[in-house]
């Protein structure tokens, strides 16, 4: 008896793990698309402004202290090896999830310190939120003490997505730079 308790436990677990798990990464078959507002101020909608094109997409912001500059830096790293190997740089796209704070003006600065080819963009809460969710990315504003100087959870990774914008893979920073670019390789048209 213990041990086919044990079994059962141990698939109703695994169930609920597989229920959980796949909230939190995007499913790949289906296409993502952005609708936000660039760091120039006009509309941007990936499906046309991307069409075509792979890219890679990665969630924060500017106040961000630690996860976002390395993130940023790292794939800059990527990029720059990809396009030293291949001739060819996948489009880095940087969605802001602290409109309060990132303003066009902020992102176009900050975008610019790590990869100047890369697209900032911002939107209100609620197209932050929907993109989020298209992405089954996460991120909340935590309440500082003193109210001002506030810390976003976010979660961390570059979203590798093919000309069709459909989900490839996940990009860690420090994954091997190999991998990395053979994951950007299968991203090319």
Known sequence: MPRTLMWLLAGVLALGMGVIGSQWLPDPKNARELRLTSMDGAPFDSAAALAGKPYV??????????????TLAYLAQVLDAQQAATGQRTQSVFVSVDPARDTPERLTQYVAYFDPTTIALTGSEAELKAAAQTFSVYFA??????????????????????????????????DALDDALALLAKALP
């Not at 990665?58 to 390395?70: E, M």
Request: charged letters at 20%.
């Open 57 to 70: 997409v990665t969630f924060g912001y500017t106040f961000c202290p630690d996860i976002c500059p390395t």
């Open 141 to 174: 504003k935590v309440d500082a003490v003193n109210g001002e100087d506030y810390l976003v959870d976010h979660s961390a990774g570059l979203l590798v997505l093919d000309a069709d914008h459909q989900l490839i893979g996940l990009i860690r920073d420090g």
